[in-house]
């Protein structure tokens, strides 16, 4: 079974910084884009960044020249670099990742169970 699990979410003050990482294991055989969403209280889950298996990065204006994203693709690995951080960036972070499985012949998108990110002013 395909797993993507995200770590480094955490509680810090406005202003400050966070890493977030996202490693996705089990039988895969190829990963297309791999991205990061998140979903504050009361609102629908949006994108943040992405990056393609080329290394092409597209952000949310909200996010851009703040938070960086990147990908290790022997480790199977996305990571967010968070700058800046602002209240309003209060959320559970998500990753995904566009991946076949081997044997598949097809790709199918992964998500993770999230990661709580938490600024204070």
């Known amino acids: 079974q395909v797993q993507l699990v995200e770590s480094g979410g955490g509680l810090v003050q406005a202003g400050g910084s966070l890493r977030l990482s996202c490693a996705a294991s089990g039988k895969i055989f190829s990963i297309n884009a791999m991205g990061w969403y998140r979903q504050a209280p009361g609102k629908q889950r949006e994108l943040v960044a992405g990056i393609t298996s080329g290394g092409s990065t597209k952000y949310a204006d909200s996010v851009k020249g703040r938070f960086t994203i990147a990908r290790d693709n022997a480790k199977n690995t996305v990571y967010l670099q968070m700058n800046s951080l602002k209240p309003e960036d209060t959320a559970v972070y998500y990753c995904?990742?566009?991946?076949?499985?081997?044997?598949?012949?097809?790709?199918?998108?992964?998500w993770g169970r999230g990661t709580q990110v938490t600024v204070s002013s």
């Open positions: 995904n990742a566009d991946l076949m499985q081997y044997y598949s012949g097809s790709y199918y998108l992964y």
